[in-house]
């Protein structure tokens, strides 16, 4: 089983900045593509940023040129830099995983967050 674990969500005033960070632990073998989707209040969840094993990275056209998305392979660890935030970023940010893990044989699965709050607001 894998357990994707973010954290740095929070309250910040437009223009701000924020970090969120995903953890992910488990009995992981590899992880291929990890990325970042939110759910503004009444709307649906959304990619926000996507990253691969490679590094390559593909954003939402609402983020591109603020938000910066990375990874320590190392760590399995993805990571989430916001910058010059606005009221419409506010949201519910989850993590997610594409991940070969290990049990009685190697298998693919894919995995969420529990989520964490972006509140951006004077």
């Known amino acids: 089983q894998v357990q994707l674990v973010e954290s740095g969500g929070g309250l910040v005033q437009p223009g701000g900045s924020l970090r969120l960070s995903c953890a992910a632990s488990?009995?992981?073998?590899?992880?291929?593509?990890m990325g970042w989707y939110r759910q503004p209040p009444g709307k649906e969840r959304e990619l926000v940023a996507i990253?691969?094993?490679?590094?390559?990275?593909k954003y939402a056209d609402s983020v591109k040129g603020r938000f910066t998305i990375s990874r320590d392979n190392a760590k399995n660890t993805v990571y989430l830099q916001m910058s010059s935030l606005k009221p419409e970023d506010t949201a519910v940010y989850y993590c997610?995983?594409?991940?070969?893990?290990?049990?009685?044989?190697?298998?693919?699965?894919?995995?969420w967050g529990q989520g964490t709050q972006v509140t951006v607001s004077s």
């Open positions: 997610n995983a594409d991940v070969w893990s290990r049990g009685s044989s190697i298998s693919r699965n894919n995995y």
């Open positions: 990253i691969t094993s490679g590094g390559s990275t």
């Open positions: 488990g009995s992981i073998f590899s992880i291929n593509t």
